[in-house]
């Protein structure tokens, strides 16, 4: 049994954490929203139920430092998995807040691990994401298959977070005895409302379907295609990778993949469910944003150097989603 500290209990953190409860770990919940609003608490709760959720959870402002790093300090944890962010969206709309959430909350929380004498190295995992890369100089587009070593020039304030991020996880491990460990994400779907990030639109599409709505608007052209990942496999990746052995790991952050499916590919699979089902596309400010992201990642060195498998695919995931979104087929 561990001592996991889950910093950030959104959209992942939700899923994380009863998943960490029922390996039986010691697993404390950390947000600065109490745990009825945040966009995770039906998925908490149907996890590990109201007062399983309550007793773990521990109300905290990460821009808070004092608090963040005494919280370190008494809880002591054996890994923690910082996911306190701003995605995408939301980040270019305050790219400041972005910074001083994803990157310098980051950085003290490196700092306070490695100062904490632990006889072994305290385990970090940050997740980055497909943002973290972008197109090179009088290019529009990343390459279709984008490697994990590939220069990141992303064009968002998120992905420039995130790759600050990967820099200083490299950092606190080499020099901080900090054991950092993190994975670039697609864009992720589960039952959770998404927390502002440019994939959201595939996203409201499942929500809309399940509910029996015949049309939705999304914000993007019908050809965009990104990397998506359901989240059970999230979870298992980041589970996986936390839990793999040091010397196994021949770098500390890996891209993950699982599928690329295009809007109008989601669009199919959902009609192909549910009827018809309309989908209107007027792009906005995230077009651009997903323009500049890899169509699909390459995932070869996480497969073989821990083993990484995705095991659902479009089809999967549609079928299992809209079932957990409630949707009934009709008779
Ligand atoms: N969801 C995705 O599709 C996706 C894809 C790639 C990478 N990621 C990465 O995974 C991590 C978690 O993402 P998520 O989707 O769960 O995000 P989310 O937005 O759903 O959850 C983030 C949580 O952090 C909390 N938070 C924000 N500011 C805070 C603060 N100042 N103090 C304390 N808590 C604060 C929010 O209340 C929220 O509950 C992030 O690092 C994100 O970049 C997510």
Redesign the pocket.
């Given at each position: 049994m561990a001592r996991i500290l889950v910093?950030?209990?959104?959209?992942?953190?939700?899923e994380l954490g009863p998943a960490l409860v029922e390996q039986g770990h010691e697993v404390v919940l950390?947000?600065?929203?109490p745990p009825e609003e945040?966009?995770?608490w039906d998925v908490l709760t149907k996890g590990m139920g109201e007062d399983g959720v309550r007793r773990r959870w521990h109300r905290?402002?990460?821009?808070d430092t004092p608090a963040l790093t005494g919280l370190i300090r008494e809880m002591r944890p054996d890994t923690t998995y910082?996911?306190?962010?701003?995605?995408s969206a939301?980040g270019e709309k305050d790219p400041d807040l972005c910074w001083r959430?994803?990157v310098e909350?980051t950085r003290t929380v490196m700092s306070t691990l490695s100062k904490l004498g632990a006889a072994t190295a305290p385990r970090l995992i940050?997740?980055?994401?497909?943002?973290a890369f972008g197109p090179l100089p009088g290019q529009t587009e990343t390459p279709a298959v984008t490697p994990d070593l590939y220069p990141m020039l992303p064009t968002s304030m998120?992905g420039i977070t995130?790759v600050v991020g990967e820099l200083l996880g490299a950092y606190a491990a080499a020099k901080q005895g900090v054991d950092f460990r993190g994975l670039?994400?697609?864009?992720?779907l589960n039952t959770?409302p998404?927390?502002?990030?440019s994939?959201d639109f595939a996203n409201l599409m499942y929500f809309a379907a399940a509910a029996g709505q015949r049309e939705v608007e999304v914000f993007c052209r019908p050809d965009t295609t990104i990397p998506f990942m359901y989240m059970p496999d999230a979870i298992r990746a980041i589970i996986e990778l936390a839990e793999a052995p040091a010397a196994r790991l021949s770098r500390r952050t890996y891209n993950v993949a699982a599928m690329s499916p295009s809007a109008a590919d989601i669009a199919a699979a959902l009609a192909a469910r549910v009827g018809p089902f309309d989908v209107r596309y007027v792009p906005d400010f995230r077009q651009a944003i997903l323009d500049s992201w890899p169509r699909a990642l390459d995932d070869a060195p996480a497969r073989t150097d821990w083993g990484w498998q995705p095991r659902w695919d479009l089809a999967g995931m549609t079928d299992d989603l809209l079932a957990q979104l409630g949707w009934v087929p009709r008779a």
């Open positions: 910093i950030g209990v959104g959209q992942i953190g939700s950390a947000d600065r929203l945040t966009a995770g905290l402002d990460v821009l910082h996911l306190a962010a701003l995605l939301t959430v994803n909350t940050v997740p980055s994401s497909i943002a998120y995130k670039r994400f697609p864009g992720l959770a998404p927390g502002g990030g994939s």
